[in-house]
């Protein structure tokens, strides 16, 4: 257990719905990265959240969207989706905005849509 | 635009054999991470190298950085069947301001 928790792990739903994907991250840390990986793209970054506020985007659709509350959970909304958004969603914690001692990746999230 | 590159892509190779996995990065950086990843897993964290000339070991893993050639290498000692995974190296440029770019990530099976 690394210590940053997603949820759910699994996920399937069809064309055009909505969904919420949720990560608590490792205790102390308050920066929270959401990554995509898939087949044809690879692992990419999305968006990092530092102490409730956005620091960084990355290649984020506009479809999608994500907040860190107060207690540092951050929910990453996705909607209008399509068959291309099916792919393995990571969370990940660090202590500090800038990375450098290191990222923890939670499970992942695996979405399915049909 | 920051890019990473592996290779290779896929490695086949034998236990007991030696080999090296090279990732070579387009901008300056002294922050290179190395995960490994099991099929439908998360991403193990292996190594984080932050200066020029970082060289760590775990095992039967090796990393090593250099941030003139733009160049990281994970070298594989007397290889066994358990470091049979994904593994993938990815870059921070510094302030976290674009997280991780990571490469396209090496295929590796060990046969016994």
């Known amino acids: 257990d690394s210590g940053v928790t997603q949820t759910p792990k699994h996920l399937i739903t069809a064309t055009g719905q909505r969904v919420t994907l949720r990560c608590s991250p490792r205790s102390g840390d308050l920066s929270v990265y959401w990554y995509q990986q898939s087949l044809d793209q690879g692992l990419q970054f999305l968006i990092q959240?530092?102490?409730?506020?956005?620091?960084a985007k990355g290649n984020i659709l506009e479809r999608f969207s994500a907040q860190q509350f107060p207690d540092l959970h951050s929910e990453l909304n996705l909607s209008s989706l399509e068959l291309g958004d099916s792919a393995l969603y990571f969370c990940a914690s660090s202590p500090t905005p800038a990375g450098g001692i290191g990222y923890t990746f939670g499970s992942g999230t695996r979405l399915t849509v049909v | 635009e920051l890019k990473v590159e592996q290779n290779p892509l896929f490695l086949s190779m034998q236990e007991g054999k030696n080999y090296t996995i090279y990732c070579n990065y387009s901008?300056?950086?002294?922050?290179l991470y190395w995960y490994r990843q099991d099929p439908g897993k998360s991403l193990e964290s292996l190594f984080v190298?932050?200066?020029?000339?970082a060289v760590k070991q775990e095992g039967r893993l090796m990393a090593s950085l250099d941030t003139k050639a733009r160049l990281s290498t994970l070298h594989i000692t007397a290889a066994v069947h358990d470091l049979s995974a994904t593994y993938f190296c990815?870059?921070?440029?510094?302030?976290?301001?674009?997280?991780?770019?990571f490469g396209k990530g090496t295929h590796l099976i060990i046969q016994p």
């Open positions: 901008t300056t950086s002294d922050r």
């Open positions: 959240y530092y102490n409730g506020e956005e620091r």
């Open positions: 990815a870059v921070d440029i510094g302030g976290g301001a674009d997280g991780l770019t």
């Open positions: 190298l932050l200066s020029n000339g």
